[in-house]
């Protein structure tokens, strides 16, 4: 089997935030790749796409959006990638979600809400917009092990499924983190997003 879109896409991506997670244990930083905010991870997302060669901007409205004409109306995606290795005349859509199983005040609350919830509405976003193409959804997740990030990922595609949203197989890697809170594997894994309709 060929080498596909996304897995073009993520394999910088992963190489990005594993040498940041190793910068972070070589410093033996208080705050490991767990502890950062999903937009402190956008930049790095960012950055290492554009070390392979794509052309990324941030925080772009959506196509269906732009008939306001206050560009600070409407919604935004996180990364839209206008050119680069393996992409077509398209631009390709990105938007991301992390998700901790624990945080720095303990076992996360909102972890399920935040994989089941935030990140299936991204997916009904971009597949329902007549200007999107190609499109995919980043899970970032930070879990205690491969066990429960698996059985995460795929409950998150069987609930997207139930809602006949678009998502079809990801593009899945790891990085293994330091445990600072609890977590001991970040899993990444992107999915593409089809069209509704």
Request: charged share 20%.
């Amino acid at each position: 089997m060929g080498t596909t879109l996304v897995d073009c896409l993520l394999a910088p991506i992963a190489a990005g935030l594993a040498r940041e997670a190793a910068l972070r244990e070589q410093a033996q930083a208080v705050v490991g790749l767990d502890g950062l905010v999903e937009t402190e991870i956008h930049p790095l997302v960012a950055g290492a796409l554009q070390g392979a060669g794509y052309a990324v901007e941030g925080e772009v409205r959506y196509p269906a959006a732009r008939k306001h004409a206050r560009r600070s109306v409407g919604r935004r995606c996180d990364l839209v990638l206008r050119s680069g290795p393996g992409l077509e005349n398209q631009p390709y859509w990105l938007e991301m979600k992390l998700a901790a199983q624990f945080t720095p005040s303990g076992p996360a609350r909102d972890y399920s809400g935040r994989l089941l919830g935030s990140a299936a509405e991204d997916v009904a976003k971009m597949a329902a917009d007549p200007g999107i193409r190609d499109a995919g959804v980043l899970l970032l997740l930070h879990t205690a092990g491969r066990e429960v990030a698996r059985h995460d990922l795929l409950a998150w595609r069987i609930r997207c499924l139930e809602r006949d949203l678009p998502v079809f197989a990801p593009a899945v890697q790891e990085i293994p983190i330091g445990d600072r809170l609890g977590n001991t594997l970040a899993t990444l894994a992107l999915f593409p997003v089809g069209r509704l309709g």
